[in-house]
């Protein structure tokens, strides 16, 4: 026969238990997030951050709509060519009438805003998913200093994004 275990030891196993899923699934939960952060970044980050054997350039914008802006593109790198008409997304840091150094998407008329502040407004996305993890990493896991460390650099990412740019 087996001798029964006290109440307290079983429902102390029990509550581990539950303790170890709530962490591993939240843990699980920010990793996502931060994953899903960086593949939202890189599309536009990579022609930022690697722009060797791109077209270079400058996006002077004369025309925005409500999702983009248009310009004319003056090549600065060999091998470009100059365009009538460039696209760049519209952001609140692209204004008409100003010029922006920008690098070409291979084999598109689509422009990516060049150097450290193309590079910091690529990343904005992972600065969001930073804090948002932040958020799941204190509530779900209970770890409240790596929580605060995301949430510092998402927001010093966001911060740095806006006042470079």
Known sequence: MI??????????????????GRVMG???FAALIVF???????????HAMLPKGRERGTLTVTDCL????????????????ARPLVRIERSVVVREGHSYDVVLEPGTDVAVR??????LLAWLPLGGALLLA??????????PRPAWLLALAGAGLLTAAFVLS
């Open 66 to 81: 409500p999702e983009r802006c248009e310009g004319t593109f003056e090549p600065l790198s060999p091998g470009a060519t």
């Open 134 to 143: 932040s958020v799941v990493v204190a509530g779900g896991m209970r770890m």
């Open 3 to 20: 001798p029964a275990m006290p109440a307290s030891a079983s429902s102390a196993r029990s509550g581990s238990v539950v303790r170890w």
């Open 36 to 46: 899903a952060g960086v593949w939202g970044s890189w599309g536009t980050a990579q």
């Open 26 to 28: 939240a843990g699980l």
């Open 114 to 119: 060049a150097g450290l502040a193309g590079v």
